[in-house]
């Protein structure tokens, strides 16, 4: 009967305990640090070559995540701006397209509506030059999109790899002239 007891008394103080045990909370100055020092890290929040195909692809998108949102909205800007002008070119060239060699008639209508001269044509307005001129127009915007995406791709790389090297850049105004300042900190 006295081992019985002790059984159950073994078995209420295991039940009893565990949960108190389980309960406790962890040391908070151990986390703490452990917080900081990941915070504090120099690795960057995306690779190199993952920054890069991040903003090749969306430019923009990698420097807005490496903290850099002045770049992205100069990427998106660019963007932006090429894609409506690609848009607007298109069009120019369909319009073009459309009355190219198209003849103008003049004449000439008295108040009774009879012709008062003969009738003149005029050369055509928009020739095959300037539907090619209009071309080159949509080549152009284009040209600049391919740009603006290897640009931001070649930014975000480079940001990637100088994540831990902080630099401070302005402009100072001086009697003979303006002067850039360039300070860079090593962390």
Do not use: C
Not at 78 to 106: F, G, K, P, W
Not at 149 to 165: C, I, K, Q, T
Not at 168 to 186: D, E, K, R, Y
């Amino acid at each position: 009967m006295l081992s019985l007891r002790r059984a159950a008394l073994v078995a209420s103080l295991v039940v009893f305990a565990a949960p108190t045990s389980f309960a406790q909370r962890p040391d908070s100055s151990r986390t703490a640090a452990a917080d900081t020092a990941a915070t504090d890290s120099v690795k960057p929040p995306l690779t190199p070559t993952r920054a890069f195909f991040y903003s090749f692809l969306a430019p923009g998108s990698a420097q807005s995540i490496l903290g850099r949102h002045k770049a992205a909205a100069g990427f998106l800007l660019v963007e932006a701006i090429s894609l409506i002008m690609i848009r607007e070119s298109a069009a120019d060239v369909h319009e073009a397209r459309r009355i190219a060699n198209d003849t103008i008639v003049v004449s000439y209508v008295d108040g009774f509506g009879n012709p008062a001269t003969p009738v003149n044509t005029a050369p055509p307005q928009f020739t095959t030059n300037y539907v090619h001129a209009r071309q080159a127009h949509v080549e152009d915007w284009i040209a600049l999109l391919v740009a603006n995406h290897l640009l931001a791709g070649a930014d975000a790389f480079v940001a990637a790899n100088l994540w831990d090297v902080r630099a401070q850049l302005g402009l100072q105004v001086a009697p003979g002239g303006a002067a850039l300042t360039a300070s860079v900190g090593w962390r």
